[in-house]
């Protein structure tokens, strides 16, 4: 099969979609023809990290022991199987950029399927920024063990010992005669040659990248700017309908009588009504949304009292015990070397992970095989967990993930992939599940509210003398203190986004850098106070209490390139730190900002960015990722929180869920330092996690207000203003 | 159904004519070609290109017209096409996405996004891009300030900002004042 198609199949033209798809594995395989496979296990190499605690999901009929593959096919055209998926963070240029560097091969030889559970080796999903980190290594060990297997094979060919070639631009030749020369595609003819890797293979020292570590323009970037990309919505398929799905006015309310009659008036119309899934299908989207408002249905609405002003107070009602993460020295002995204590509570609402697009699925059921076109970021969950709904085994699933909207970790739950499969299973046809936007602000996985209470102290020389940190059901995420201080006690209430039974009014989840935003916000505001109240500049205190050596350059760094020049809080210049860990990548910022006091608005002039993640891939990339998270940042710290009341939630779009926008942004500058030492890390998610203490830093040293709670609204910002 | 733009529109959406509701003749251009559709003329436009036309281009994000993922042009100007009834669309000339490039060559804007990186998960760029169609339209030379101003009601939460304003500035510089 002429790769080519691939792309074209995947992505860049909907025929070739419909062609491909209806291939079976095994017609793949015999497609595909000869050439030279090889399989990676992340565990053999100790990347097993991703896996950690979660079962395998074998891929059916192939060896389960595998994460990535890779072919080189008899026309020299390279591809690689992914099981991670495309959703705007770069991994469809990031990956084949890895891939080619190390196999030594143009950048546009190089091929990426993403996201098909029939096609791509089993992945666990696309979050905590583990693409590049965890996934990226074992796609280079792949390549470079493909490299092996050439260099083998052209010494045969060649006849000169392997010590005498070089692999150069797909082609191996003879450093003594370059004419002796054989390319990739040749080598590749006529071979049957699978390699699972054993040991792992020496990695290129990054020092010697030539396409990795350069920027490149994305490759999805014309498909994207000229509205080819399909994202799930965008599919079709002969004899589809859309689905309206009736939905309940609040959580936990139970369908009790439902009249669907109105809408079957409607021509064209067909109402399913599975449990207590009830939806109308139609050949338009709009008519369904017609069709489902003539339906008249009753709900037993649950008791609730929980709105968005008592759910801190619930929260540390219902919070589990703690689970000491760390803890040293001895807290009592530090009260009595403290020269000065902090206490503190802070206070994060829940916010919306509110992507571009909205959930979407078309699922479709052809004998006892349905293949379902989903917006997710794990395809192979989205695979179980509507094989299970519909009652099909795994291998009788299929998930397709097209280019995906912006997912943020909100795109895991695969609900609306459930929904359509469901649906098309009841109705006999192809059916598309698309979320409103009501749905979505409903059905969403919020980011949790949690409450960070800090006690601390600083000695008469502005050392931390001791720390006692503990976070309510935002998770360990980011709570490690990195700071030196001589006692402390760090301890996590709850544990994941989930929370716990009886906790959270709706479903929470992993969010962008999740924990790691509510944790950063806590302790950098609250080091920040500890400076403050010690009369010593901020970045100065916290170069004071820092050893470790890394996160001391990447603060030196944002200081240098900002132009900071000490002065201690509140200064009345509006400048704001903060610094973080995320994903294995060090960040600090240094933001200005302007607050207009009378209207309680706050406006980020300027931020400066700071980032040490170890090999950097794709610069440029890196950079984007920076400016985004400082972007979408902007929101949970100044705007975002769900609003909602009994069960309800009151947000329904985007008139009273504010997110950022142009004349928000700040003039954004980021600096990458160089750290060639440390293994690729986390990108996409790092930089986001200081927006709220870096912003609220900045707003106390404008005005003296000290802000404890996000969003930073303007009434809370007044409020606070009053305390001064 | 009488003409599509292009052949990706899907064979599955014949004309429907609901027999409870209003039919209409609707004839406009869209994308530089004449087009006459009989359908119910209180329908979204979003839709109807989405599914009758199947240009799937133009996308769905609030249906509110708070966000922008559905801007299309009408009659240059930029529009969002949840809000927009087809019938209103009688006599008038509509551009998509799919429609902006011309004789296979892409609009500077399009150019300015790819070279610039204006996009990341690209769910946001049709309308992005159309809204900048149609400012730099009536404002050829804007400002930084003018374009924050100009683009403030399309959203983006992949954060891309930043890059939209450089490609606009860019194409705004390559364009020369020519709309």
């Not at chain 1, 040749?186 to 990795?212: C, M, S, W, Y």
Request: neutral net charge; proline residues 5%; glycine residues 10%.
């Amino acid at each position: 099969m002429n790769t080519n198609d691939y792309l074209a199949a995947n992505f860049r033209d909907i025929h070739g979609f419909e062609d491909f798809y209806t291939q079976s594995r095994r017609e793949f395989f015999k497609r595909a023809g000869g050439g030279i496979l090889i399989f990676v296990a992340l565990n053999d190499l100790l990347f097993g990290q991703e896996e950690a605690g979660r079962p395998r999901g074998g891929r059916p009929g192939l060896p389960s022991d595998f994460n990535a593959f890779l072919r080189i096919g008899e026309d020299g055209r390279v591809t690689c199987l992914t099981g991670k998926i495309e959703m705007g963070q770069g991994p469809i240029t990031s990956l084949p950029q890895m891939l080619a560097e190390e196999l030594e091969t143009p950048l546009d030889t190089v091929d990426i399927i993403m996201g098909d559970t029939d096609l791509c080796p089993w992945d666990m999903g696309t979050f905590g920024s583990m693409t590049t980190r965890m996934f990226g290594p074992a796609l280079r060990a792949a390549a470079a063990e493909a490299k092996v297997v050439l260099l083998e094979l052209a010494a045969d060919s060649l006849k000169v010992p392997q010590t005498q070639l070089v692999a150069k631009d797909g082609i191996i030749f003879d450093q003594k005669n370059q004419k002796n020369r054989v390319t990739y595609g040749q080598l590749a003819k006529g071979q049957k040659i699978e390699r699972h890797l054993q040991a792992k293979p020496a990695l290129k020292d990054p020092t010697q990248f030539k396409i990795a570590g350069k920027p490149h323009t994305r490759r999805d970037a014309e498909v994207k700017v000229t509205g080819k990309a399909h994202y799930a919505a965008d599919i079709r398929v002969p004899g589809m309908l859309y689905a309206r799905i009736l939905r309940p006015p609040a959580h936990g309310a139970k369908l009790k009588n439902v009249d669907t009659a109105p809408a079957r008036q409607i021509a064209g119309v067909q109402v399913v009504q599975d449990g207590d899934l009830v939806a109308v299908l139609h050949e338009l989207p709009d008519v369904a949304e017609t069709a489902l408002r003539k339906i008249k249905a009753e709900f037993d609405v649950p008791e609730a009292t929980v709105d968005d002003k008592n759910i801190f107070d619930h929260l540390l009602s219902v919070a589990p015990e703690p689970n000491i993460l760390k803890q040293g020295g001895d807290l009592d002995e530090g009260k009595k070397l403290a020269a000065k204590k902090f206490e503190s509570t802070y206070l994060n609402s829940y916010v919306a992970h509110s992507a571009m697009e909205t959930h979407a699925a078309l699922a479709q059921i052809e004998g006892d095989k349905a293949t379902v076109w989903a917006s997710t970021q794990n395809p192979f969950g989205a695979r179980d967990q509507i094989a299970q709904a519909i009652g099909f085994p795994a291998e009788k699933v299929r998930v397709i993930t097209p280019f995906v909207g912006g997912g943020f970790g909100g795109k895991t739950n695969n609900a609306e992939a459930v929904e359509a499969a469901r649906l098309a299973k009841a109705a006999g046809k192809p059916v598309q599940v698309m979320w409103t936007r009501e749905e979505e602000f409903f059905y969403d996985t919020f980011r949790p509210a949690a409450v960070v209470k800090i006690n601390s102290g600083v000695d008469g020389s502005g050392k931390m003398a001791f720390w006692d940190y503990d976070v309510f059901f935002a998770g360990d995420r980011g709570a490690q203190q990195f700071y030196i201080v001589p006692n402390h006690r760090t301890a996590a209430h709850g544990g994941g986004w989930g929370g716990t039974r009886g906790s959270h009014p709706f479903a929470t989840g992993a969010w962008r850098a999740p924990g790691n935003n509510t944790n950063t916000f806590a302790r950098e505001s609250h080091i920040d106070i500890m400076a403050a109240g010690a009369g010593i500049d901020p970045v100065e205190f916290r170069l004071n209490n820092l050893s470790d050596a890394r996160m001391a350059r990447v603060l030196k760094s944002a200081a240098d390139h900002f132009g900071w020049t000490p002065a201690k809080a509140p200064s009345k210049r509006g400048y704001g730190v903060a610094c973080g860990i995320d994903a294995g990548t060090y960040v600090a910022a240094i933001a200005e900002v302007v607050v207009d006091a009378a209207k309680g608005t706050v406006q980020v002039k300027r931020v400066v960015c700071a980032q040490d993640m170890g090999v950097v891939i794709n610069p440029e990339g890196a950079t984007i990722q920076m400016e985004g998270c400082i972007t979408m940042g902007l929101g949970y710290a100044l705007t975002e929180e769900v609003h909602f009341k009994c069960g309800r939630v009151l947000d329904t779009n985007y008139d009273t869920y504010e997110i950022p926008r142009f004349s928000w942004v700040p003039k954004i500058e980021t600096v990458l330092i160089e750290n060639n030492e440390t293994a690729p890390q986390g990108g996409g998610e790092p930089a986001i996690i200081l927006m709220g203490a870096l912003i609220a830093n900045a707003i106390h040293d404008a005005t003296g207000a000290r802000m404890f709670q996000l969003p930073m609204t303007p009434d809370r910002v007044k409020t606070a203003l009053q305390k001064v | 159904m009488l003409w599509t733009t292009n052949s990706q529109a899907s064979s599955t959406n014949s004309v429907l004519e609901p027999e409870d509701s209003m039919t209409n003749t609707i004839s406009f251009k869209l994308n530089d070609k004449p087009v006459r559709l009989k359908v119910d003329g209180d329908r979204p436009l979003l839709w109807v290109l989405r599914t009758d036309l199947g240009l799937t281009g133009t996308k769905y994000g609030c249906g509110e017209g708070h966000c922008g993922s559905c801007t299309v042009l009408l009659n240059q100007r930029a529009t969002r096409s949840c809000l927009l009834k087809i019938k209103d669309v009688m006599d008038k000339e509509v551009v998509t996405i799919e429609g902006l490039a011309k004789d296979g060559k892409l609009h500077p804007l399009q150019k300015a996004f790819m070279e610039h990186d204006g996009l990341q998960c690209g769910y946001c760029t049709p309308g992005m891009i159309l809204t900048a169609v149609s400012l730099l339209k009536f404002n050829p030379q804007p400002t930084e300030q003018q374009i924050n101003k100009g683009m403030e009601q399309n959203f983006c939460r992949c954060g891309a900002q930043v890059r939209i304003v450089q490609a606009i500035q860019a194409a705004a510089a390559e364009m020369k004042g020519a709309r």
